[in-house]
């Protein structure tokens, strides 16, 4: 592995962190969400309200949890069955997580062996103690993180039922996102810490087991009391009620969430709390340990109106941030997104505090608003959210590198010259190996949306990604839906590029086969078709730039560049005639087709 190689999986580390839109949902800014099947097509999605009473124990790390939870069954597929998520079960000796972690080649260093070696008071568990549908007791049974649950009676097409569930809960030593005791002393970080409905779309149910990945859930509202010791200040989803109430050591705090589709929470005595207003947008929280050192505080300090900056970034160039808060927490194992917040570590650097919340910031809007499926469709959300921070951070800190996805483009290439990559349709818990997941949700998922600009144009993307988020905000797009985006903003067929660089490894390789006075053929070796850039250098000096369309796209992308005859993908070589005798040839000069083998691209 090259010197690069290792830096950026360090990087990404601390990182890990269809159909059309007419269905209806309100403000998230309102307390309630409605959703109404849509009359226009058959798009649908569930909805889900919670309200928790939890009751922490911050000497025990235990705590005591009331759920009422009404669901409505938006499909139209009679429901026999409902899951839940109970992710603090992961973190026992012998489960999926710790077995996967003990038997992948290149484990992720923050979790190695550790699970194996919790003990009874160290491990984390959720205990379901009864559950009943509409008053009926249920019949359910914990596997894994699983909570597998035979209904009373069926959910039928437009029904609303209400679950009520008793649980018990343990938070286990911080290993992977979540925990207790966190290396920084931070003493809880509260993430999947709940039975959380899973999710039931046009696919069926995602029930998927808590192994090493992320997260996918049913949007709706949360009304959460959480009573803890009253020394602890806390930060996280939602907006507080009023007043803590206090009763001998313990506070009583009231969040409510309006759409979305987690709950997050972090708390700690020692956290500092400060505020910072963006103009025309959300409170901006910032949750610190006093323990920090002076020069670690004052960079938390000086780095919060970057990410002032950084919001209003985002908000100008995907869609704005609907929420009345977002809060940045210090707690977690690197920096990781959760609903209107983010987990990072807070013994860093000011770049690097920059970075990360850049980062995880994305995601609220890739993540956390668009809501793809992480298990399935990981690149969208990573690679996406990379693309728009790695232009954002190069504005914001004024970076000003000619091409800031060049990092991503070097990983996904060594990728693909490796005997190592997989599909990006490949399950996140599938990878043959940690570094292949990290290159490609993040690296090659980047490469996607940044090589669809050099296909449609860059003014097309920025469009396309503003599309994206006015038709998809508040649902769950796949892959086929962006790209169904792009093509009507672009007006070109893209079908095309979505398989062979989703769905397939086959990969992009165009050379410069020969050039003869001034007669230039190219010649395609890699499977994979792309419409080509050309610059043409004659021996007078003089150069001119050559557009040639991709045959399949049924269209040309906005040029300045001389538009020249189709090439037809089936057809391994393609000539032409240029206008003077030629001196020099490149092809793509930009330099954002991802071609594997650049040292033919040049004669």
């Not at 705090?253 to 972090?266: G, K, R, S």
């Not at 050192?293 to 209003?312: A, C, G, I, R």
């Not at 690197?334 to 990072?344: N, P, Q």
Request: charged share 20%.
């Amino acid at each position: 592995m090259n010197r690069f190689l290792i830096v950026f999986l360090s990087v990404t580390l601390l990182w890990s962190c269809g159909g059309t839109n007419n269905v209806v949902v309100a403000s998230p800014t309102t307390p309630q969400t409605p959703l109404v099947p849509s009359t226009v097509t058959t798009y649908w999605q569930q909805h889900v309200d919670y309200k928790m009473e939890i009751d922490m124990d911050v000497n025990t790390y235990q705590y005591k949890g009331k759920q009422t939870l009404v669901y409505t069954n938006n499909s139209p597929d009679i429901l026999n069955k409902v899951y839940y998520h109970l992710y603090f079960n992961a973190f026992q000796p012998g489960s999926e997580m710790d077995v996967r972690s003990r038997t992948i080649a290149d484990p992720d260093p923050r979790v190695g062996d550790r699970i194996s070696k919790l003990k009874p008071n160290e491990i984390g568990y959720i205990k379901v103690n009864s559950l009943k549908q509409n008053g009926v007791t249920l019949k359910h049974e914990t596997v894994g993180t699983v909570l597998e649950v035979d209904l009373a009676k069926p959910i039928k097409p437009g029904e609303k039922v209400t679950f009520d569930m008793v649980f018990n809960a343990q938070v286990p030593l911080q290993i992977r996102r979540s925990g207790r005791n966190n290396k920084e002393g931070v003493a809880l970080s509260m993430t999947q810490w709940y039975p959380k409905l899973a999710e039931y779309d046009f696919e069926g149910w995602h029930a998927d087991p808590y192994i090493g990945r992320e997260f996918h859930g049913v949007w709706g509202n949360f009304d959460v009391k959480l009573t803890i010791d009253k020394n602890y200040v806390v930060g996280g989803t939602g907006y507080l009620n009023g007043e803590p109430k206090v009763e001998n050591n313990k506070k009583t705090l009231h969040f409510t969430a309006p759409n979305v589709h987690d709950f997050t929470w972090a708390a700690d005595p020692d956290y500092i709390h400060d505020t910072i207003q963006v103009p025309n947008g959300p409170i901006l929280n910032f949750y610190y340990k006093n323990t920090l050192s002076t020069k670690q505080k004052e960079d938390w300090k000086k780095f919060q109106p970057k990410v002032v900056e950084l919001m209003q970034y985002y908000s100008k160039h995907i869609g704005k941030y609907p929420y009345k808060q977002y809060s940045v927490i210090q707690g977690g194992d690197g920096g990781m997104e959760y609903a209107m917040c983010t987990l990072i570590t807070g013994q860093r650097s000011y770049g690097s505090l920059v970075g990360v919340t850049a980062h995880e910031l994305a995601h609220s809007w890739f993540q956390f608003l668009l809501a793809t499926n992480e298990a399935k469709h990981e690149w969208m959300d990573e690679g996406f959210t990379s693309y728009i921070s790695d232009l954002a951070m190069n504005e914001i800190m004024e970076q000003n590198i000619t091409n800031p996805f060049k990092n991503a483009y070097k990983a996904y290439i060594y990728l693909a010259n490796s005997d190592s990559q997989q599909p990006l349709t490949t399950h996140a818990d599938r990878y043959h190996y940690n570094q292949v997941y990290g290159i490609s949700a993040y690296n090659k998922g980047e490469v996607f949306l940044a090589q669809l600009g050099y296909v449609i144009g860059e003014e097309n993307l920025k469009k396309t990604l503003k599309q994206y988020f006015k038709d998809w905000a508040f649902k769950h797009p796949t892959p086929n839906d962006f790209i169904r985006v792009a093509e009507k903003v672009s007006g070109l067929e893209l079908d095309w590029y979505l398989t062979d660089f989703t769905q397939t490894t086959n990969t992009i390789d165009y050379a410069i086969k020969q050039v003869e006075g001034n007669s230039i053929t190219l010649e395609r070796i890699g499977l994979m078709p792309m419409p080509i850039d050309l610059t043409v250098t004659y021996t007078d000096g003089s150069t001119e730039d050559f557009y040639i369309p991709l045959q399949m796209m049924r269209g040309e992308k906005p040029t300045n560049a001389t538009i020249i005859k189709d090439w037809a993908w089936a057809y391994p070589t393609y000539t032409f005639k240029a206008a003077k005798e030629v001196k020099s040839v490149k092809i793509d000069p930009s330099e954002l087709m991802a071609d594997v083998n650049k040292t033919n691209n040049k004669k």
